[in-house]
Structure formats: C-alpha cells, structure tokens
C-alpha cells in the first residue's frame, strides 16, 4: 500500500511538472534517442553556404543590442525547439543618391537647357547593419519539413522576443508588429514571428539556383540506381532522351507511384497505368542498352520526366577572345552521333526521324531529335543529413 501511495504521488509529480514549457524542454533534451542541435553558447552561428539552398527567415535585428538580441532568439530556439539557427548579417546602404519617377532641368557645361531623370535620397541618408535569425537547413520549398517548421515558427513565443513596458528591443519593426497583433483578433493566437518566410540562402551565388538541386523527395527517386546521373563526376553531361510522364507535385502520390513502380519491376509485371512509371523504365531500359555498348550513359528521374544522359564535362561552351562562344568538341560529337537524321526524301526536305538502337526497335524508346548540353544535377550536403 505505502508504495503504491509513492507510485501514485510521482506520478502526480510528474504531471505537474510537464505542464511548465521549460521542464517540457529539459525533458526533451534528456530524451535518450533523442538527436539534438548543439546550443552551446560559445558556437560560431554565421551563415555558410552548407546550411541549406533553402532557409526560414524568423526575425531581423537593429541598433546597438541588434547582434546580443539575435544570438539569444538564436540560441533559445536551438536550445528549446531544437532548431538549427544562424546568424546572417547585411549592411544596408541608403547614402548614395537612387533615380526616382520623372524628369528634373538642369543647365549643361556650356549654359544650355536639358531635361535628366530625376535623382532622389533618402530621406534619412544612413548605412546600417541587419542582423536576421534563419532557421536551415532545408533543400527545397517543397520540403514538407521546411513547411512544418514554418508553421510552428509562426506560433512560437520566445523568452528573448517578448516586449512590455519594461523591456527593449532592437527587432525590426518589433513593436509595431506587437500592436498590430493585440489589436487584430485573428492573429493574437501567433507569435512575434507569425511573418516568418522561406527564403534562399544568400551566401549561395546567384547562379546556384539556376542548376537544378535536388531535393530529397527526387533523392529517392534516384535511390539504388546504378548508374544515376547524381554519380557522374563532370559538371555537365548532354541528354541525349528524354520520356515525358504525368504532371505530379504531390509527394504522397509521387512516393506511391514509385513504390508501385519497384514493386513491378521486382515481380516482372507490366507496367502500363502511370506514365510517369513508364516513362522511367524506358530510361531504365536505354541506359542499360547503351552501358552494354561500352556508352558512359547515366539515368535521371524527376518528378514529371527522366532521362538519360551521356559523357561527362568540366565544360560545356566557353567564351573566346573574340567574343564568340565555342561549343566543347566533345559535346558537339555526341550530339551529332544522336540527333534526329535527315533522310534524303523526295519533296520531304526538312523531315527529321529520332534515333533508336537496333535492340529497341518498335518499343517506342528513341533518342530526342536534338540533344542538348545539361548542368550535371547535385545534391547539396543538406540532403545528406548533416547535424550541427
């Protein structure tokens, strides 16, 4: 009986004490199994290019407190959200002059009248610096984590954004969104960061986003293919087929043809009722063709379409001294051995006939009638699940 009393009252203990967000968080990082994000306080948190193509901007920080008050919002939602948050910090330059709408006079160096477009400043000319909290490291918008997380960022509030009478703080435009959120009924159940948005990383170059990155939903597309395209070592390769399936965005769907796709290939079973399962086992089925052919052929499979590729390069055109550009010898080779032929036909002048190898021969697998020069598609380091 006495202990049963004790069973009974630690239990009630325990109840009581789960009901406090910070003993919710301590349990949290006790949690045997659990993989936590390092919230030591001494940690480097700037921003590098390994921390995602795809970040959440929480809030933004000015003025003499701006760097202590980002680093605390930064290190409670690692330490309490178990979030991977950084530090990025931009200096804002509105001393130089801007060209405004319209046209000013002015008298030229040798006293005639001319029209210019008109000059503006700011109002308050001044350079500052911006310090934003991020939250990464996400390798697509698409990502259902990164919308997950987004969501519960716009209903957290943190310790280090509270503002009263009594407390400062440097957050861009803190208090007015603090007014705004009391006054406006439907947004007081969000937090100080209900404006929180996905953004790209900014330490990334311009063109990072121009090349196709991919994102762990079309990972797992790839997953187990022998000669994926993902492993070919050059920059750039030229796709030389191309099989077109159905327009599917839905990760679910996506995710259960592809499972319906394995599952026929490894039964041997026909595969008919998705075209996006169809197009993919043509790819399959020419890549494998041209590998027995002694051809460096890679397979690739998106989310509407795969492909196959061929040879790999540092590059694929370059600028000469002239100014003209020059297509890679070795590019041009290959997409002249697979673009469409032109037979000699009588009155037929500019009729093209796609290329195919002997051993696919009415399967309906040839060749684009014009190959082209691609950007080798990457995973970022993201994707591979580093934790920091």
């Known amino acids: 009986m006495k202990r049963q009393s004790i069973s009974m009252a630690v239990v009630v203990f325990m109840a009581a004490a789960l009901t406090t967000s910070a003993t919710v968080a301590q349990l949290h990082k006790s949690l045997p199994f659990a993989r936590r994000v390092n919230s030591d306080p001494s940690l480097d948190l700037s921003l590098s290019q ?16 701006a760097e202590q008050q980002a680093r605390q919002l930064a290190l409670e939602l690692r330490r309490d959200h178990n979030m991977k948050t950084y530090l990025y910090q931009h200096t804002f330059d509105y001393s130089d002059s801007v060209r405004g709408l319209g046209w000013e ?86 937090g100080p960061m209900r404006s929180a948005f ?18 762990k939903l079309v990972l797992n597309l790839n997953k187990g293919i022998r000669h994926s395209l993902l492993d070919c070592p050059g920059r750039y390769s030229v796709r030389v087929a191309t099989f077109r399936g159905d327009l599917v965005t839905d990760a679910r769907e996506i995710n259960a043809k592809q499972k319906d796709y394995q ?15 169809e197009a993919g086992n043509k790819a399959h089925v020419l890549c494998k ?30 600028k000469l001294q002239n100014g003209k550009d020059e297509l890679n010898p070795e590019v041009a080779k290959i997409i002249k051995e697979f673009k469409a032929q032109t037979p000699n036909l009588p009155n037929m002048p500019m009729v093209m006939v796609p290329r195919t ?31 920091r």
């Not at 310790?159 to 803190?174: A, M, P, V, Y």
């Not at 953004?199 to 196709?212: G, I, S, T, V």
């Not at 599952?263 to 399962?277: C, E, H, V």
């Open 50 to 65: 390994q921390h995602g193509p795809w970040l959440i901007m929480c809030a933004s920080f000015v003025g003499e407190r």
């Open 105 to 190: 006079p002015y008298t030229t160096a040798s006293g005639e009248k001319n029209i210019r477009p008109l000059r503006m400043k700011a109002a308050h000319p001044d350079r500052f610096d911006e310090i934003a909290v991020l939250v990464g490291d996400f390798s697509s918008v698409e990502d259902a984590s990164s919308k997950d997380a987004l969501q519960k960022i716009k209903y957290l509030k943190p310790r280090s954004l509270e503002i009263g009478s009594h407390i400062e703080t440097s957050q861009s435009l803190g208090a007015l969104r603090e007014f705004h959120r009391r006054v406006n009924g439907k947004n007081r159940e969000k």
């Open 198 to 215: 996905l953004m790209p990383n900014p330490m990334l170059p311009a063109d990072y986003f121009q090349a196709h990155t991919v994102d």
């Open 263 to 277: 599952d026929k290939l490894r039964f041997k079973k026909p595969i008919t009722d998705s075209k996006l399962a």
């Open 289 to 318: 063709e041209l590998r027995k052919m002694g051809v460096e052929a890679y397979e690739f499979h998106d989310r509407y379409e795969s492909y196959v590729c061929v040879g790999s390069f540092d590059w694929a055109t370059r």
């Open 357 to 387: 190898l002997k051993a696919l021969k009415g399967k309906n697998i040839n060749f684009d009638a014009q190959p082209l020069p691609v950007v080798v598609p990457k995973m970022h380091v993201s994707t591979l699940g580093f934790n």
